[in-house]
């Protein structure tokens, strides 16, 4: 399977526990881009790379919550001292520079946080 | 601020029948309108897509209409098939970068 992959699927923690999840984006794709999904909800975004430049992060990404992507290749998003509202689904979504537009998404992490 | 607007909420149709999707943006700077389909425990995956500057795209059974002055964009889907039930999620993006993305339609097509 080719397409993009996300670590853990699922992931119980306690409130206050921090969590890291992990997304491998389509090999030859230099974006990568990261959403969190709640119940009901489309994705909002959060933040992307270019290669391994962060360039944009938004208003939602909390200071507690942190992403790389050390050889723009795969990147890990973390959250520290998770609270109750962090419970959502993180989808990873990559693509090509000179195709943009058209973002490959990742099944998602499912975080609850008790 | 809620950047698209999309309804219904959830909508079921018969088999065969026409399941029809509404959106609406105020931006005027959005440049590309995807359409994606999401499945339950997976991630969205990209339907149908359109530019401002055409009125209509039919790829299949899908298709769909874009109306620049409303600043509404529908997906239809012809001959509905109980394969069709998911959640469908209309998209605005900026830049061709920066995605909006409704709030969702869970589709139920009934045999």
């Not at chain 2, 874009?66 to 998911?86: E, R």
Request: hydrophobic share 30%.
């Amino acid at each position: 399977d080719t397409g993009v992959s996300q670590d853990p699927r699922h992931k119980i923690t306690k409130r206050g526990q921090n969590v890291t999840f992990r997304c491998d984006p389509i090999s030859e794709h230099n974006r990568l881009y990261w959403y969190r999904q709640t119940l009901g909800q489309g994705p909002e975004f959060l933040t992307y790379f270019q290669n391994e430049a962060q360039l944009e992060k938004s208003r939602l990404l909390s200071d507690r919550f942190s992403a790389e992507r050390p050889k723009g290749s795969f990147s890990t998003l973390e959250i520290q001292r998770t609270e109750q509202g962090d419970s959502a689904m993180y989808l990873c979504a990559s693509s090509f520079e000179t195709v943009q537009e058209t973002q490959y998404f990742g099944p998602g992490t499912r975080l609850l946080v008790l | 601020q809620q950047q698209v607007k999309q309804s219904p909420q959830s909508l079921i149709v018969q088999k065969g029948g026409i399941s029809i999707i509404n959106c609406a943006y105020e931006n005027t700077a959005f440049d590309y309108f995807p359409w994606y389909q999401q499945f339950p425990g997976k991630g969205p995956a990209l339907l149908i897509a359109i530019r401002p500057d055409v009125s209509e795209k039919k790829e299949g059974r899908f298709t769909i209409s874009f109306n620049k002055s409303a600043k509404q964009f529908s997906l239809h889907i012809m001959d509905s098939q109980p394969g069709d039930s998911a959640t469908y999620f209309c998209a605005a993006v900026y830049n061709f970068n920066k995605f909006y993305f409704g709030s969702g339609t869970k589709l139920n097509v009934k045999p």
